[in-house]
């Protein structure tokens, strides 16, 4: 697990939601300069998620993508 957050019922994991930026800032590099509430609407509305991830957690895992691709 990426974090030590525990995600509520039916949230997805973080690690779920990693990969999911992962994949979806490789189609849309822009994703990264939108505000974490659309970017967690679009994860689900392209497919890359099945729930909502909270904008916050969102946040987070944008930052963890750029410390590890930094």
Do not use: H, N, Q
């Not at 904008?55 to 930094?70: D, H, I, Q, Y």
């Amino acid at each position: 697990m990426t974090s030590g957050y525990i995600p509520p019922s039916g949230e997805p994991d973080p690690d779920d939601i990693l990969e999911a930026l992962k994949k979806a800032t490789r189609e849309d590099p822009g994703l990264r300069e939108r505000p974490p509430e659309e970017v967690s609407r679009d994860l689900v509305r392209r497919g890359y998620l099945e729930t909502e991830p909270s904008p916050t957690l969102v946040a987070e895992m944008l930052g963890a993508l750029e410390r590890e691709e930094g």
